[in-house]
């Protein structure tokens, strides 16, 4: 998820009104034009690491930003956009190292990992108007997102328990649950699973870690909470599932296999190369692990929604590492001929894998290929079912209207492709629903209406210049907004900058 990359050049493609091609300077025709976001302002938060997660409180008109890069809490009012002012920050250093925010009235949730991080975190709550400590909860290894449940009488943490690089210290992945009308911390593991390890693996769920339990395996990424606040979704992005939390009875009620997707389909092309020296989407014997970052929600005419980001993620640690490129396999002959050449360069040979799953008969060689993430976004239901994934139109739409932003100019074709990682959504009166995607690796954010979730439909590309890696969304509906338009936030890990694009319509 957190990489250095190279860096390219960016290029503005703002408005739902007019999306620019950045390469041949012609102008579309809009898709919709009902809903038109422009960029309005940039904050430069710091260098790389500055702004991962950023939150706003209503009330203040503050908005807090994680600073990895100066171990705090970086505080902009942002009453007036044209004229944002830089506060006092929170300074985090006696506690750990920040990985999230999230406000509810007033009150500011900060998850703080420990060190080492294999040891319990921490969830610190701020007064907003005087960033005043008002209490701290410890919570499991490693929290890495904290939310609020929608009414505010819960704060959330999802806590990933990472292994130490020697993968000698695995702490097990855990849900905290923090009540705040009595101040009590429940801890949520996966132990009771364990012994459904075997079916939730053939369903297409991954527990692979180093003589790991599935407890242990297990690593909570991300949070999205229901409209009435009884149900918690947590992706747990390595493994390919999401885990749904009873938050009445603070309890898992289950873990969803997100299974696989099959790039050898109609709709399902990929690049799956960056030396071939061409842009160009094709159909490959290969299947993708969904392996979501950033899961949202929305109820839908009476329905919940999930959407997922499905970047992808794998293990890479000098104790054990899963990653293994094509041209580097023993592939089975009989499913991957020689003949078609598979493990060229030009053709699946640069492509990452894993080596954890596709020895189906345990002979040694691989008779399915298996890619990390699924280079899209999905749509699921509450109880884990696939209604609908965007398949390559990420990629189709950026190869069309920003070809030199494709994949990161190409050079992440072989790996997770543009890495959707982020999603947001904005409700407007309940009868438009817009779906916000970020790509971390084209520094882009992708926009779709999603009013029909099984439908949804491709709008517009967001950038701007200098703007690098989206790591975190959010969005300000117009009623809270200091300026009272809707707003699109957005945190940008490399560059360290917070953009904001309004609604001008």
């Known amino acids: 998820m957190k990489f250095k990359k190279l860096l390219i050049s960016a290029v503005c493609v703002a408005t739902i009104f007019s999306c620019q091609n950045d390469d041949d300077n012609t102008t579309k025709t809009p898709i919709n034009t009902e809903v038109n976001f422009q960029y309005k302002t940039t904050i430069n938060i710091g260098g790389e690491g500055a702004s991962e997660i950023s939150a706003y409180d209503a009330i203040t008109k503050k908005l807090f930003t994680v600073n990895v890069e100066s171990n705090q809490i970086s505080v902009n009012n942002i009453s007036n956009l044209d004229a944002t002012v830089l506060e006092e920050p929170i300074d985090l250093s006696a506690f750990g190292a920040p990985n999230s925010v999230a406000i509810y009235d007033g009150k500011l949730a900060v998850a703080v990992e420990a060190d080492p991080k294999q040891n319990p975190g921490k969830i610190l709550v701020y007064n907003t108007s005087d960033n005043t400590l008002l209490n701290q909860y410890t919570v499991g290894a490693l929290p890495d997102m904290v939310t609020f449940s929608k009414d505010g009488k819960l704060i959330i943490s999802a806590n990933e328990g990472e292994p130490n690089d020697d993968y000698t210290v695995d702490p097990e992945g855990s849900i905290s649950v923090i009540d705040l009308s009595d101040d009590s911390v429940t801890t949520l593991d996966f132990t009771s699973f364990n012994s459904q390890e075997s079916s939730l693996e053939a369903q297409g769920f991954r527990v692979f870690g180093p003589e790991a339990t599935l407890a242990q395996d297990v690593e909570p990424e991300y949070i999205t909470v229901s409209e009435d606040s009884n149900t918690a979704w947590v992706s747990l992005q390595e493994n390919n599932g999401i885990a749904k939390v009873n938050l009445i ?69 000098d104790g054990f590492s899963e990653e293994e490129r094509v041209d580097d396999l023993t592939l089975d002959e009989t499913v991957y001929p020689f003949v078609n050449d598979f493990q060229n360069e030009i053709n699946l040979g640069r492509l990452k894998t894993t080596l954890t799953l596709g020895d189906a008969d345990n002979d040694g060689d691989v008779d399915q290929i298996y890619s990390f993430g699924a280079r899209s976004f999905s749509v699921w239901s509450g109880n884990g079912n696939l209604l609908y994934d965007s398949g390559n139109s990420i990629a189709k739409e950026t190869l069309a209207e920003t070809p030199s932003r494709f994949n990161d100019g190409d050079k992440r074709s072989d790996d997770k492709g543009a890495e959707p990682e982020a999603v947001e959504i904005l409700n407007i009166g309940n009868e438009r629903y817009i779906l916000f995607v970020g790509l971390e690796r084209n520094d882009q954010v992708m926009v779709y209406d999603v009013t029909n979730p099984t439908a949804p439909k491709y709008m517009a590309i967001l950038s701007h210049t200098g703007d690098e890696a989206p790591e975190g969304l959010f969005v300000i509906p117009a009623i809270d907004s200091p300026n009272g338009k809707d707003l699109l936030v957005v945190s940008y890990e490399d560059s360290g900058t917070v953009s904001f694009y309004e609604n001008i319509q």
Do not use: C, H
């Open 249 to 317: 009875t603070k309890t898992i009620e289950a873990i969803y296999p997100l299974g696989y997707k099959d790039y050898n389909i109609t709709g399902n092309e990929i690049d799956a190369s960056d030396e071939d020296g061409v842009t160009a989407l094709k159909n490959w014997p290969v299947l993708g692990m969904y392996q979501p970052d950033a899961i949202t929600s929305a109820n839908i005419g009476g329905i919940e929604y999930i959407f997922s980001a499905n970047e992808g993620d794998s293990r890479d640690y």
